[in-house]
């Protein structure tokens, strides 16, 4: 049986010539086989459609099926419906299972699946960032904060204690420090430090984040609630992170002795997952670049991508709870001197 593809050709080809010997020497095949498409197609009512086996064993059974399909929105597993099945008299095989409710699948989701269509990043336009548990050091869990520029895809992965409003801002800072600059929007979760609740659909931000990204002339945007699709990129960079950090019996990873030791294993990654910008696409500078909001405690007048830069020392410690407090409070008394002025103190 041939493809849908070489069948469209074959009936494009009697559509343009119109005999089946110059059809069948156009698409390369035999005029018979022209003239059984073309056959379909008249007896089908002007549209050619593909012949279906019959599956003795399934198509009775094939309305219930469906109807599992439809109740779990897609999601029923072809081994517990065999089950169901079997439980039900059904003699076939679970190879035949697989190809029903495979079939029952695509054809909900060809009513009900959601569109797609390719994503264009632009430079310096979005990052995304999500969590992940990371690995046990000294004895204590930690986390791992995972950002990903969508355009270069450069990944950011550090070690965090907890996820505390704390540690997200401080993550976001050295994130752009890494970055040389600040991209337009930050995709993200729903946490509750990023969205404190949902009214009618509509994510209420967390002032205090809010707050920080005008900081840094950042807009943070959610994606939809249990909705991964949305920030594959973040997704896979979680799902990289965690296959070489997290110790398993896969990668033989031992446990770390203390955070010095993660640092490293970090960057480790970083260097062995970046790729080379292409010589054609240089760092963004000037436009947009220049606009953005200067890092804390810049000097006026001086651009984002001189400012946000690695310090010298290459590395700034994870648990280094002064420089928390430290952004945190020249976000605080930006917010303050905000309100005072909007009051008129």
Known sequence: MKQAEEVMEILEAFDLVGTLRGAAELAGCDHKTVAHYVGQRDRAGGEWQRGRRTRPQVDPFAEKIAEWVWRSRGKVRADKAHERLLAMGYRGSERTTRRAVAEAKRAWR?????????????????????????????????????????????????????????????????????FGGSPTYALTDNERTVTIDHVCGIAVRNPRIVAASRHYGLTVATCVPADPESKGGSEATVRIAKADLVPTEHNLRGEYADFAEARGRLRGLLRAGQRARAPHHPPPTGGAASRRAPAPGSAPGATPHALLRRDPAGELAVDDLGRRRDLLGAVEARRRARLHASRGL
């Open 110 to 178: 060809r009513e009900h699946g959601r569109r797609t269509r390719p994503w264009i990043p632009e430079p310096g336009l979005w990052m995304q960032w999500d969590y992940a548990d990371g690995p046990e050091i000294a004895g204590r869990a930690t986390s791992l904060f995972c950002a990903w520029l969508a355009w270069s895809r450069y990944r950011v992965v550090l070690a965090l204690r907890d996820r505390t409003l704390a540690s997200v801002v401080m993550a976001l800072d050295r994130t752009l420090r890494r």
